[in-house]
């Protein structure tokens, strides 16, 4: 090998090991604006805001009032929906069991209210709360 070369490798070879020793824990960054439930709901507000959360995926317009109907109600004799043709496969009972909308839908919906509620329940008695705001939201989940 001549010398240039030689010379080379061992500036490439330096600049490597150097440059891998020069990382630090500065580079390890946390993203503030990532939402995980670490860290959520232990503030008077948090909860307040989940509580909405609860509600507000109730207020979806096709779960549990179009769809959640029709599941419900047009799969007995006493009710037929025509107003819509993508009603006509339930209140025929003939839908597949792999219909998104029929089997999958609903329950995906229901599933992330209850979800949002054992959050919930699971954080009021952690948090610190006045007097009030612990019962106003103890009762808005008692049945």
Not at 123 to 142: G, H, P, W
Request: overall charge negative.
């Amino acid at each position: 090998m001549n010398k240039m070369k030689k010379i080379s490798i061992i500036i490439a070879a330096a600049s490597l090991v150097l440059g891998m020793a020069s990382c630090n824990k500065q580079l390890d960054v946390t993203n503030p604006n990532n939402q995980t439930t670490y860290d959520f709901g232990y503030t008077e507000e948090e909860l307040n805001e989940a509580v909405i959360a609860c509600y507000n995926r109730i207020r979806l317009e096709g779960t549990f009032a179009r769809v959640g109907y029709t599941m419900d109600a047009t799969r007995g004799d006493e009710v037929w929906n025509s107003s819509q043709q993508w009603y006509l496969g339930y209140d025929n009972l003939n839908i597949s069991s792999t219909d998104e909308i029929g089997n999958q839908w609903i329950w995906r919906d229901c599933y992330h209210v209850v979800n949002r509620c054992n959050l919930v329940l699971d954080r009021v008695d952690q948090a610190e709360l006045s007097q009030d705001s612990y019962d106003k939201i103890n009762n808005t989940f008692t049945i």
